[in-house]
């Protein structure tokens, strides 16, 4: 026993310090605290992985006509979510490099590249795999949000009101129906207005005397 005992926490070492090298390379590729705060003047971000490495992610670059950000949730927890946010990045970063800044179109690319790269021609097995987000690009300079979402929607705080921002029924990647394509979606925001995009991480936590879910109303 005392053998075996030796033998698993070794194994688990391994498993955890495997896991936490992994950590390291999916910060690396999140939005850096230097560009949040060069580009956002107010901003908080809560990013706390259940298992180490996360299947939610966020990500953000500087364009020549505003700022894109997105708040995203991959299909799968921990590590297999962890490196289908690797996927979801890339394919951000090659829609992006082909100068595409429009919300829709980008959601609409990276969508297309997903489905091309999880169901290559001649595989046997079909992947449903993607991401649900809210992909956002702010002009500060004419007071303008863009965005394009699917399944996740989100809200603007504007002088103590919610105003809902809804997402397209739909994921990145696979579903019923893959010619679908995102809406592109335009408001015009006030001095004061409060963005805020999250997943359903938060909403999806148990907790509280009756181990109930905390849910997106109360959120």
């Known amino acids: ?7 698993v926490d070794e194994k688990q070492k391994e498993i955890l310090d495997s896991i936490n090298y992994a950590k390291r390379i999916q910060t690396a590729l999140l939005a850096n605290s230097k560009m949040m705060n060069d580009n956002l ?16 992610f966020y990500w953000a670059t500087p364009v020549p ?22 996927l979801n990045i890339s394919k951000l970063n090659d829609a992006i490099n082909q100068k595409m800044t429009r919300p829709d179109l ?14 290559p021609e001649g595989s046997d097995e079909e992947s449903k795999d993607g991401m ?23 809200c603007i705080v504007r002088n103590k009101n919610i105003i ?4 397209d029924k739909m994921p990145v990647g696979k579903s019923h129906d893959d010619s679908g394509r995102f809406t592109f979606n335009e ?4 001095k004061g207005d409060m963005i805020f995009t999250f997943t359903d991480g938060y909403g999806d936590q148990f ?10 109303k109360k959120l």
């Open 1 to 7: 026993i005392e053998k075996q005992k030796l033998l």
């Open 41 to 56: 003047e107010e901003h908080f971000v809560f990013f706390k992985p259940k298992d180490i490495v996360a299947g939610d």
């Open 65 to 86: 006509d505003g700022f894109i950000y997105i708040t995203a949730d991959c299909t799968g927890h921990g590590v297999p979510g962890a490196f289908m946010s690797l």
């Open 106 to 119: 980008v959601l609409n690319e990276v969508k297309t590249g997903i489905i091309r790269a999880l169901n």
């Open 132 to 154: 649900d987000a809210i992909l956002c690009k702010l002009d500060r300079k004419n007071m303008k949000l863009q965005f394009a979402a699917a399944n996740n929607s989100f």
């Open 164 to 167: 809902t921002c809804k997402a």
């Open 187 to 190: 408001i015009l925001l006030e």
């Open 207 to 216: 907790g509280g005397p009756e181990g109930k879910k905390f849910k997106h």
